[in-house]
């Protein structure tokens, strides 16, 4: 991964807004681009992949970042299999409105979980409280966390072996 610096002002001012500016910053380029679907789906795997490692690191040593992290490569699992099976009712939304909402990413859940089996909505379950309950309200331990770690691990993976498997 490469990364970039930007003014200290706007990254402040990012983070009083609560905007993530590394998650904009993809989805605008991958708009701007107009990227290959395949090209975009190997993208979101490696951001899925570079987040579960991140949140993996991170479990011991600031459990509210480790939830965000984890949480943001169920994210990018999901994104990444929606392009996977062509949602297209979903894509043209998120196209419109040039960015993902948590109702898209829900739609898409039950989706795939038609597709691959109804263990995925139950992994979006642990990554959404991982978000809301460690991230957000603060409430997890290293151990709850932990628990819910091989769900999202799973996620990745399957993401992982649909990409390998459209080559």
Known sequence: MTFISLPERLV????????????????YLIRRLNLDPRDEIILHVELAEKYLSEGKNLVEKDTIQ???????????AVKALTIHFDLRTILERVR??????????????????NRIG?????????AWVLHVWGFHEAKLDSEDVKARYRAIKRMVKEARKY????K
């Open 118 to 126: 109804e263990w995925f909505l139950d992994a979006w379950d642990h």
């Open 96 to 113: 419109e409105r040039g960015r993902w909402t948590i109702t898209d990413l829900s739609k898409a859940v039950h989706e795939i979980a």
């Open 66 to 76: 480790a939830c965000e992290k984890l949480y943001k490569a169920a994210e990018e």
């Open 163 to 166: 990409l390998r498997d459209a």
């Open 12 to 27: 402040k001012e990012a983070r009083k807004k609560h905007i993530d500016l590394e998650k904009e910053l993809v989805e």
